[in-house]
Structures are given as C-alpha cells and as structure tokens.
C-alpha cells in the first residue's frame, strides 16, 4: 500500500537514495531540502523528475522552526497525512575537540539533535491524531562507539539516540512507532556534509597528534579499499523495510554495517537488557518490550 513519506536531507546521500528507493515501490515522498531555488536546484529537479509525480521537493531548513513547520504543513496540506517520518538531514563536524568553536558546536548539535525534534514537533500532532505512523530517525554506529577527531558528531549521534528511544517510550501508547537506524562507515557519507574545527590553530599544541584528521581519513580510505566497499543502498533498502514491515513488528534499532555491525549489535543488545531492567524496576518495563 502506498504510503506518505517525509524524509529530510534528500539533496544527496542517503536521503536522495532512500527517496529513490521509496518512489520506485509506489510511495509518495515529499523530500526536504536547503536552497531548492540555488545550489541544490539541479539535485531538486533530477527528484522531481525521478519520482514520476511521487516526489515533491520542499525547501526546508532543519535549523529553523518557522522554516520546519512550513515544510510539514505543505505535505500535509497537499497529501492529507503523514505516515513516516524519516529525519536523515545531518552533517559531520570533524577535529580535534578544542579545534572546535563553540558555535561550531552548538550548530553540530543544532542541526543533528534539534533538526530533528522540530521535526517531529511539527509532524507529530497529525500522527498521534490519527492513532498510526512511523519516525525513523537516521542515527549512526557513532551514536554507540567512540573515536578521537569525531567527538562532535559522536555526541550528536549519542544525544540523538537518547532523545529518539525517550520519544519511542512516550509515543508507544499513541500508536506511532519509532526506529533508528544505525549505519556504519560508507564512502559516500566520508567527505560529504563535514566541516572541519575553525580553530587550526590550538592543534598545534598536540605534536603529533595535531594531524589526527588526515591519519583518520587515511584509516577511512584503507577500509573502502579492495572489492568490499559496503553500498549505501543497504540503508536505503533498511529504511524500505521498516517503512513496509507490519505495524508492531519493527525493531528499535537496525544496523547497516558490513564492516564492524557486530560491535554495534553486540551493544544494542547489552543496552536493551539494562533498560528492560531498569524501566521494569520502576513499573514500566513494559515501554521496552
């Protein structure tokens, strides 16, 4: 059955693949992006044309709340409801922690955690109304292991996770489900969408150290070496499959990694027994079932 899909962050990535990917089996995409008049206008136009009438572009800034909530009163408006909800829209900011001003990451955090609940505020009163309807809220692996240089984006990704499983605890009586989805490392995620700390200047008092950016794209470069470069389109299809799946039977968290989804998988399990444990303690283990 066809259904209405909002998905943010389409320009490119894993937003214009999983728009493609819902398109070409019969569901209707309004996908958002910044700037549809310039910079993006080529990749607004080859949506449209993709989507056959299934795709309509909407400009929307994921920063601004007025800018949001006009983007989802037009989907609404022009389909009637929502029954997904795919916040993809993020970006990287990369460096040293100290490198990084505290504007940078405050917008780190604006566009990869608040971008996201503005979103749902905006969308989340016609779902809950209608008692039906999915959030699927693009996370990381980055959102569960740690590594140096991508403090900023990690911690997004942590406080992204903890916003999302609150939401999907809140949200369960309502009828509308939540799931993250995890992706691992894909080439075309590396070097799009990142911003690297604006203040080059404090590296230089970590020796060698200070060039821990190159030495992790390197790392990058050597694991999308060879023939098994993992392909962006597992998310995309990952994405399908929960929009697709029968309500009641989504998992909370699905993992798109070939390289090192065994490590995330192992602690998503560890961390749904101690919240099972914890909610039961406190009567509402049922939230976590």
């Not at 008049?37 to 989507?51: D, I, Q, S, V, Y």
């Not at 008092?205 to 200070?210: D, H, K, Q, S, V």
């Amino acid at each position: 059955m066809s259904q209405n899909v909002f998905v943010t962050g389409t320009n490119s990535g894993f937003g214009r693949l999983i728009t493609l990917t819902l398109v070409k089996k019969g569901h209707t995409v309004f996908a958002t992006m910044r700037d549809i008049a310039g910079r993006n206008a080529t990749a607004a136009a080859e949506l449209t044309k993709a989507g056959e009438g299934r795709v309509h572009v909407l400009e929307m800034a994921a920063t601004d709340d007025a800018s949001v909530n006009k983007a989802v009163a037009t989907a609404l408006e022009k389909a009637g409801h929502l029954d997904v909800v795919v916040n993809n829209a993020g970006y990287a900011s990369l460096g040293l922690e100290e490198t990084l001003t505290s504007e940078e990451l405050l917008r780190q955090y604006d566009v990869n955690v608040v971008g996201p609940h503005r979103v749902l505020r905006a969308a989340l009163p016609s779902m809950r109304a209608r008692g039906k309807g999915l959030v699927v809220q693009i996370s990381s692996g980055l959102g569960r292991v740690i590594f140096p240089v991508m403090g900023a984006y990690g911690s997004s990704k942590f406080a992204l996770e903890a916003l999302s499983e609150a939401y999907r605890y809140e949200l369960k009586a309502t009828g509308v489900e939540l799931a993250l989805v995890q992706p691992g490392a894909f080439p075309t995620e590396f070097g799009q969408k990142v911003a690297v700390g604006g203040d080059q200047e404090r590296a230089k008092g970590y020796g060698p150290f200070a060039n821990a950016v190159e030495m992790m794209a390197k790392s990058f470069e050597q694991m999308f070496s060879g023939d098994n470069v993992p392909n962006p389109q597992l998310v995309a299809d990952a994405v399908l499959a929960l929009v697709e799946a029968p309500a009641g039977s989504r998992p909370a968290r699905v993992v798109v990694d070939p390289i090192s989804g065994q490590a995330t998988e192992a602690l998503n399990k560890a961390h749904a027994e101690v919240q099972k444990h914890l909610l039961s303690g406190m009567g509402m283990g049922n939230l976590a079932d």
